[in-house]
């Protein structure tokens, strides 16, 4: 007999559309739990600027792989893979509905997709020569070779993710093609019964509230947030070439005024979800709901409701029914 597949939930969006307040009523309405799939509110001491959940926003709904590593480590999108598929396992383990809420792509494509990194042969004696290369010229010298042999992949992988530029390189010397190429060829299906759900916006508005974002994270004191960080020497750590943070170095080091400061990261954070709008449009089957005109108590109860019944007929579940609770925020 052929086992079932587990159901899962994906949510997914650019930044600032609407995410965490449509997750939380989507996961009331499911009996679900919330698995983060954001790449870096995986990092401890990275709470502002990653515009991470706070605990009331929470509303009693379990999250997962928050808060999970510390800045100075890294984290790879194999790791994201195998941590996520244990936790879809678990809560529905539990009875209850695995839910991946986030925007980093290629991290949540990695996860609910059967995607294989690399099917390139190990070559243990090139690694171990990649390895010593590393101690005596820097991990730069090999991510600059990389660069040129596969951009794609170096634009990826930060210098610092010392294990996989050695493997990328390892892959691409050992088969003469990149991981890029190899990865690009790859068909791949869903290992899940999932319901893809994307929220959208009209840019101009969505520019808006990504400018109000920024506008808000200042004022709870996000140049406090990365400077305590900055101070303790981790600029160049993967963690800290985020949005919202790598856009302070220059002001801390008194080379850019706080305006301009501000005013790149407003045009990162723009730039970003518009990166995001197209790599989701181009890499996942989603289904899209509109958000631009969600502005009242009354729209934000028939989009929950809108979406709840996608959900119902694609996953063949039932939602429970509630009242929504509206905050003034919501309504922004």
Do not use: C
């Not at 709904?61 to 893979?81: G, N, R, Y």
């Amino acid at each position: 007999m052929k086992q079932e597949k587990e159901k899962v939930v994906v949510l997914i969006g650019p930044t600032a559309v609407g995410k965490t307040k449509t997750s939380i009523e989507l996961a009331k309405r499911f009996n679900g739990e919330i698995i983060s799939g954001d790449s870096m509110q995986i990092y401890k001491e990275m709470n502002i600027g990653t515009a991470k959940i706070k605990q009331e926003e929470m509303e009693g709904i379990t999250h997962h792989l928050i808060d999970i590593k510390d800045p100075e480590e890294t984290f790879s999108v194999a790791e994201f893979q195998e941590l996520v598929r244990l936790k879809i396992t678990e809560i529905t383990n539990r009875g209850k509905l695995p839910m991946i809420v986030g925007g980093t792509g290629l991290y949540i494509q990695s996860a609910i997709y059967d995607y294989q990194f690399s099917d390139a042969p190990n070559n243990e004696e090139l690694r171990q020569k990649l390895e010593e290369q590393v101690k005596t010229d820097g991990v730069e010298v090999l991510h600059k070779k990389l660069s040129e042999v596969d951009p794609i992949s170096a634009r990826r992988i930060h210098p610092n993710n010392v294990r996989r530029v050695i493997r990328a390189l390892e892959v691409y010397l050992t088969t003469g093609q990149t991981l890029t190429e190899i990865q690009s060829e790859q068909v791949i299906e869903p290992l899940y019964d999932i319901s893809i759900i994307g929220l959208t916006m009209e840019r101009e508005r969505l520019y808006d509230r990504i400018n109000a974002r920024v506008d808000e994270m200042i004022t709870e004191g996000l140049e406090e947030e990365v400077r305590k960080l900055y101070d303790k020497g981790l600029m160049h750590t993967q963690a800290l070439q985020a949005i919202g943070y790598k856009e302070w170095f220059h002001y801390f080091s008194k080379e850019q005024s706080l305006e301009s400061t501000i005013e790149q990261l407003k045009q990162n954070s723009r730039r970003y979800a518009k990166r995001q709008l197209t790599w989701f449009r181009n890499k996942m089957d989603v289904t899209w709901f509109d958000m631009t005109h969600v502005t009242n108590e009354q729209q934000i109860r028939k989009k929950i409701k809108e979406i709840s019944t996608y959900i119902e007929g694609k996953l063949k579940i039932k939602s429970n029914t509630y009242e929504i609770e509206i905050k003034e925020e919501d309504l922004l």
